[in-house]
């Protein structure tokens, strides 16, 4: 028998990665994160793009095989996490780029129970790359190498990723962006990370992926331009009492000599402070805090936006002459909505203030106004119809209950006939022989039995 063959660590990891036993699994995932750490420390180390394929392998069906939810975040958010056990930039993005090859090549084998699972660990991983973004500061080149790696894996019309991946992926970007940057971001910036969406959304064939883009990107910057708006106005208000706060420091470090001379005349009269340990003073200040946090949740934190630069790099993607009539049609749409959010005029005009809370509930508030004033264009034309014709007189009441209880009047149609206003009703004449029948068969029976009995 000859000396048993020794696998490669990538494979062996693989294996235990993709084992029954719980514990095996998690052993497996520690023993990973140790290994990537220490191979990629070294100036010759790294991995090739094959052997980041078979750890990706391991890790997808260490996922498939675990149960519970709670045991399945935990394990999607060490998973994510792994990225940053790499010590270089070109590390990360190969282990990105193997990442999203493998769920594009196992996702048709995935069953509707577990596609939960898979949801949530592409939204991590997506969380986690911006992450580690964010640690190097948005570094301009390293932003546009996540763009086009995942443009060329994700977004491009010759990327291998099904509509599945497609769809999720343009749905949670916004949101991860939110989470990840929204008080660092600038506009600039954030026209960036979104400059790929409007490319794509120019040049692609697939109208769903169309359909995506428009609504879960640039439809979403819309709806939310009131919530940037308002966080913009409260940033302003915040520096504004941050300076107002600086001078009355100031000014009171002036009086500060003076009352210290006063000091020694005031020492015998009682303070007015409530005591260090007094519970009336620190409920007070946990009722402020508690009413300043609830403000501050009730305002959810956006990515800010120029508008204007928004419609200009979308009117440029849309207006080339490769770009197809439907796409140019639909894009075309969004810079209208864009060049008024430039300009000052929001789609949600006069809304209460609890429809600006949810960010994609613009639409059914447009679709309720304008309703809304369609029954009442309707109700003030009626209204100028009934005036100009004559009423007819009004006939014997009756009475009509409510939904809410109440008895209302409402005057009763009188029968057509002799008592009726307007012209004629126009009879038709029968024809020829028809009354005799007609009289005949309304006769009484006492009649009809009489002529019979005669014509015997």
């Not at 750890?55 to 045991?71: A, H, I, N, S, T």
């Not at 520096?239 to 470090?253: G, I, K, P, Q, R």
């Not at 500060?256 to 005031?266: F, T, V």
């Not at 439907?326 to 060049?339: A, M, P, T």
Request: glycine share 6%.
């Amino acid at each position: 028998m000859g000396p048993r063959v020794q696998l490669p660590p990538e494979i062996q990891l693989a294996q235990r990665l993709a084992g029954n036993e719980q514990v095996t699994r998690d052993r497996a995932v520690r023993k990973l994160r140790k290994y990537i750490v220490a191979r990629t420390q070294r100036a010759e180390g790294g991995f090739t793009h094959d052997e980041l394929l078979k750890v990706w392998k391991g890790l997808f069906y260490c996922m498939w095989m675990q149960d519970k939810p709670l045991l399945q975040e935990e394990l999607g958010r060490t998973i994510s996490q792994l990225i940053h056990a790499f010590q270089t930039t070109e590390a990360q993005h190969l282990f990105l780029q193997t990442f999203w090859q493998t769920m594009n090549r196992e996702w048709m084998g995935i069953d509707r129970l577990r596609l939960d699972k898979f949801y949530m660990l592409m939204r991590m991983v997506l969380c986690q790359s911006l992450e580690a973004l964010k640690t190097r500061r948005w570094d301009e080149r390293q932003t546009g190498q996540l763009l086009e790696l995942l443009t060329t894996e994700i977004l491009h019309p010759d990327s291998q990723a099904p509509n599945g991946v497609k769809s999720h992926f343009i749905e949670i970007f916004l949101e991860e962006l939110t989470k990840v940057g929204a008080h660092e971001l600038t506009a600039d910036q954030n026209l960036r990370l979104i400059s790929p969406f409007c490319t794509i959304a120019a040049q692609t064939q697939d109208s769903l992926v169309l359909h995506n883009i428009t609504r879960g990107i640039f439809e979403t910057i819309v709806e939310q331009a009131p919530l940037a708006v308002e966080e913009l106005m409260k940033e302003l208000e915040e520096e504004e009492e941050e300076e107002e706060e600086e001078e009355e420091s100031e000014s009171a470090e002036g009086e500060e000599l003076s009352e210290g001379e006063e000091q020694g005349q005031d020492q015998d009269m009682p303070s007015r402070k409530p005591p260090k340990g007094c519970v009336r003073g620190a409920a007070g200040l946990g009722e402020e805090q508690v009413a300043h946090d609830d403000e501050e949740d009730s305002t959810g934190t956006v990515l800010q936006f120029d508008y204007e630069a928004v419609a200009n790099r979308l009117f440029e993607a849309a207006s080339r002459q490769d770009t197809p009539p439907q796409n140019r049609k639909r894009l075309y749409k969004v810079v209208r909505k864009l060049q008024a959010l430039s300009e000052g005029f929001f789609p949600e005009d006069e809304v209460p203030e609890k429809a600006y809370r949810n960010p994609r509930g613009g639409r059914r508030v447009r679709m309720k106004k304008r309703v809304s004033e369609a029954r009442q264009q309707e109700q003030t034309g009626r209204a100028a119809e009934e005036a100009s014709c004559p009423h007819p007189s009004p006939g014997p009441v009756r009475k009509r209950r409510s939904s809410t209880g109440v008895e209302l009047a409402v005057p009763r149609e009188q029968p057509r006939g002799r008592g009726r206003r307007g012209a004629p009703r126009r009879q038709r004449r029968p024809r020829a022989g028809a009354s005799a029948k007609v009289a005949d068969s309304q006769a009484p029976k006492a009649k009809r039995k009489r002529t019979l009995e005669g014509q015997k």
